[in-house]
Each structure stands twice: as structure tokens, then as C-alpha cells.
């Protein structure tokens, strides 16, 4: 009897813990895997190669709460001449004829209970490379950390470690980290740790 509760017990743990690794998994948090796309757009090739500035096509990322999507209009500032019949550009003249959006698919996403703001980030010193991770050098865009609550907490709990320099904030991997705290505009004296930062 006591072996079998012991037993029952030890599978009961191996269970639970399985769940527990599962959900904190980089794949239960679909880190490292990219979804399919209406294009297969490259930022390796345009934001990485091509060296054309984020905020080209993520315009308000600097301003407001969301980051911005690109209108086909701004690829066609390109596209309109470049590889304009390249059978792989063709749902983006199509969606320009059509007059109907590209559907991108999400790759960084958060629960509608939790609040975010880029440009209260980047105005402060927080690079994209710290959520997003090296995103011009992906030739799939896919998730580089889980952005789950812990992740936000980590750095909440001690930001200034983690700030950089206003021109590192768009660098592909920023040195400038911890170092010139005091060129920095300070953060906001407030717990960012209180739940309601981040659900109200
Ligand atoms: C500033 C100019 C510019 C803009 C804006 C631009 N592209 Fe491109 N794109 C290029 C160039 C140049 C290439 C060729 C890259 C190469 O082959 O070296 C290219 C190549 C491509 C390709 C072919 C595959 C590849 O990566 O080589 C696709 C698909 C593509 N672009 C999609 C898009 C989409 C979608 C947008 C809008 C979100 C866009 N591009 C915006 C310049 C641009
Ligand atoms: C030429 C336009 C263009 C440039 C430049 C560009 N992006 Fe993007 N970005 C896109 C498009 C189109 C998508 C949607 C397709 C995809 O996810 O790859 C996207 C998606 C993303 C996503 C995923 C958003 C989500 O949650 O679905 C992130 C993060 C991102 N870009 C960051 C960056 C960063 C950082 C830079 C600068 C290093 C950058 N982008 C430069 C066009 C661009
Ligand atoms: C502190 C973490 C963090 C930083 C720094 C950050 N992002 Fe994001 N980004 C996120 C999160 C979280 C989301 C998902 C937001 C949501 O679903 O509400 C996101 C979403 C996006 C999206 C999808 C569109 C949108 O607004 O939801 C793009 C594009 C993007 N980020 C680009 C950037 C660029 C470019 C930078 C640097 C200038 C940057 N991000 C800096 C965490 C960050
Ligand atoms: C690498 C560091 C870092 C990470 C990661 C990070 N934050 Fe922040 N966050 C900051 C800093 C610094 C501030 C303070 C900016 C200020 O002083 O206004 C801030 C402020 C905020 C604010 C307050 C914005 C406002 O308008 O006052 C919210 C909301 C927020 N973060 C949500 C999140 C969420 C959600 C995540 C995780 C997905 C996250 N943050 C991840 C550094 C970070
Ligand atoms: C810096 C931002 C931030 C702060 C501060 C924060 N949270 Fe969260 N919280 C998140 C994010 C992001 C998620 C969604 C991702 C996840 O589930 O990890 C989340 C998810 C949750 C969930 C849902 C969990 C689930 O499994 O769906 C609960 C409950 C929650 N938070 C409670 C709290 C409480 C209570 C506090 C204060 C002690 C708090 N949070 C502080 C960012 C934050």
C-alpha cells in the first residue's frame, strides 16, 4: 500500500512538473518558430542587408503604443519597380490592385489583459533587440524571447542595467547597455512591478 502511494505520488510530480516545463517551453511559447505569411518578406534581406531604418515601415513605434504595420503602399515605394512581377511579390500587387491589406500573421503577441507601450520603451532607453532580439539578421521573423510576465518582471525590477545609449536603441546588438546611465532620461519614479502597470 505504501509503495503504491509512493508511486502514485511520483507520477503524480513527473506529471505536474511535464505541464510545468511544457508551458514554460520556448515551444508552448512558440519562441524560434516563425508562422506562415500572406509574402515571405525577409528582414535579414531589407532591415539587415538593405539597411533600411525600422521605423520606415514600423512608423510609430517611437510615438505611440503599437509599433505599426507597413501599408502595401510603402512596399511599393520599392516594389513598383523593384522585382515588380517576381512571382513572389505577386499577393502584394495583388493586395495594391485589390485594394485589401496583406494579413500578416502575429509573431509577438500579449493577452488583451495586459498593457504595452513601445514608445514609453524606447523613449527610455530600451532596445528592440531586448524583446525581439536580432530581428535584421531573421529571415523568417519568429518570437526570440516568450514575453511572458516574467520576462517583463525581470527587467521591471531593474531596468537600469538593461538601458542604452538613444542611438543603440535600434542596434542589431547594443554595447551600450548599463554604461551611460546618466545621459540617460531617468525612469519614471514609480514600482513598474504594482500590477497595475501592466493590467488595469
Ligand atoms: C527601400 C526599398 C524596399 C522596400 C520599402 C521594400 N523592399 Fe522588398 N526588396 C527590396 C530589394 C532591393 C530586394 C532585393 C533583395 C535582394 O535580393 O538582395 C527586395 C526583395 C524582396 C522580396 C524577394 C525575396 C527576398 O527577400 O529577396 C520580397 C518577397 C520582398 N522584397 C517583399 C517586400 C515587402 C512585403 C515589402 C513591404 C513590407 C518590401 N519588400 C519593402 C527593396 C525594398
Ligand atoms: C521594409 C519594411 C520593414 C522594415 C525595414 C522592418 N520591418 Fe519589421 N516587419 C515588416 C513586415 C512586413 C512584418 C510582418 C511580417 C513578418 O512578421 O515578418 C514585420 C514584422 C515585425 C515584427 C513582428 C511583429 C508581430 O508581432 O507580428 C517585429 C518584432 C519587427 N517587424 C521588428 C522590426 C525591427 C526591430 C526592425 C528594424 C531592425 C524592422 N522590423 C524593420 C516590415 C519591416
Ligand atoms: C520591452 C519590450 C519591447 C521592446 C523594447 C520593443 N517591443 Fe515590439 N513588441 C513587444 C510586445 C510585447 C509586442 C506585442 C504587443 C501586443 O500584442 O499588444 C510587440 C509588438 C511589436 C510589433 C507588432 C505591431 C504592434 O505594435 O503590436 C512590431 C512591429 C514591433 N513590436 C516592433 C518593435 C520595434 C521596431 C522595436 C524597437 C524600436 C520594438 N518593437 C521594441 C515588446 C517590445
Ligand atoms: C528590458 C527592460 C524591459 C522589459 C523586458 C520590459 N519593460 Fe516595460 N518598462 C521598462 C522601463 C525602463 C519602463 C519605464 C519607462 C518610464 O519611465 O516611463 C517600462 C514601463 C512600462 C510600462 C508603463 C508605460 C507607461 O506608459 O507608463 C508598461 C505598461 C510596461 N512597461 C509593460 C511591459 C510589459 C507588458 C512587458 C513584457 C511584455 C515589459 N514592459 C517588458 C523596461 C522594460
Ligand atoms: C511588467 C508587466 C506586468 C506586471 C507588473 C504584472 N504582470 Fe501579470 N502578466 C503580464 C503579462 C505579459 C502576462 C501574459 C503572459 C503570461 O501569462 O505570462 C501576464 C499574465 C498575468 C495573469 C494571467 C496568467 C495566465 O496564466 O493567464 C495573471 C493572473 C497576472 N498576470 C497577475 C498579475 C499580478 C497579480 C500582478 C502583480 C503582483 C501582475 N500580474 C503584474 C505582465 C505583468
Same mark, same amino acid.
Given at each position: 500500500m505504501?509503495?503504491?502511494?509512493?508511486?502514485?505520488?511520483?507520477?503524480?510530480?513527473?506529471?505536474?512538473?511535464?505541464? =510545468?516545463? =511544457?508551458?514554460?517551453?520556448?515551444?508552448?511559447?512558440?519562441?524560434?518558430?516563425?508562422?506562415?505569411?500572406?509574402?515571405?518578406?525577409?528582414?535579414?534581406?531589407?532591415?539587415?542587408?538593405?539597411?533600411? *531604418?525600422c521605423r520606415?515601415?514600423h /512608423?510609430?513605434?517611437?510615438?505611440?503604443?503599437?509599433?505599426?504595420?507597413?501599408?502595401?503602399?510603402?512596399?511599393?515605394?520599392?516594389?513598383? +519597380? !523593384?522585382f515588380? *512581377? @517576381?512571382?513572389?511579390? @505577386?499577393?502584394? +500587387? /495583388?493586395?495594391?490592385?485589390?485594394?485589401?491589406?496583406?494579413?500578416?500573421?502575429?509573431?509577438?503577441?500579449?493577452?488583451?489583459?495586459?498593457?504595452?507601450?513601445?514608445?514609453?520603451?524606447?523613449?527610455?532607453?530600451?532596445?528592440?533587440?531586448?524583446?525581439?532580439? *536580432?530581428?535584421?539578421?531573421?529571415? !523568417?521573423?519568429?518570437?526570440?524571447?516568450?514575453?511572458?510576465?516574467?520576462?517583463?518582471?525581470?527587467?521591471?525590477? *531593474?531596468?537600469?542595467? +538593461?538601458?542604452?545609449?538613444?542611438?543603440?536603441?535600434? /542596434?542589431?546588438?547594443?554595447?551600450? @547597455?548599463? @554604461?551611460?546611465?546618466?545621459?540617460?532620461?531617468?525612469?519614471?519614479?514609480?514600482?513598474?512591478?504594482?500590477?497595475?502597470?501592466?493590467?488595469?
Open positions: 505504501r509503495l503504491a502511494l509512493l508511486g502514485a505520488a511520483v507520477v503524480a510530480g513527473a506529471a505536474g512538473y511535464s505541464v =510545468y516545463a =511544457y508551458y514554460h517551453s520556448p515551444y508552448w511559447n512558440r519562441v524560434g518558430l516563425a508562422p506562415a505569411q500572406p509574402v515571405l518578406f525577409s528582414h535579414r534581406h531589407h532591415a539587415g542587408e538593405l539597411r533600411i *531604418d520606415f515601415c /512608423a510609430t513605434v517611437e510615438t505611440s503604443a503599437d509599433a505599426g504595420m507597413p501599408s502595401t503602399q510603402t512596399c511599393l515605394t520599392c516594389h513598383s +519597380q !523593384l515588380r *512581377d @517576381a512571382p513572389m511579390l @505577386a499577393p502584394v +500587387q /495583388a493586395s495594391a490592385e485589390e485594394n485589401t491589406p496583406l494579413l500578416w500573421s502575429r509573431v509577438a503577441t500579449l493577452p488583451d489583459h495586459v498593457h504595452f507601450n513601445h514608445s514609453a520603451h524606447v523613449s527610455h532607453g530600451i532596445a528592440c533587440a531586448s524583446c525581439h532580439g *536580432d530581428v535584421a539578421d531573421m529571415a !523568417l521573423t519568429a518570437k526570440a524571447h516568450p514575453l511572458t510576465m516574467r520576462d517583463c518582471l525581470a527587467c521591471h525590477r *531593474d531596468p537600469e542595467p +538593461q538601458r542604452v545609449t538613444a542611438d543603440e536603441v535600434f /542596434a542589431r546588438a547594443p554595447r551600450s @547597455a548599463g @554604461a551611460t546611465m546618466a545621459t540617460l532620461v531617468p525612469v519614471h519614479a514609480r514600482p513598474l512591478t504594482n500590477c497595475s502597470t501592466c493590467h488595469h
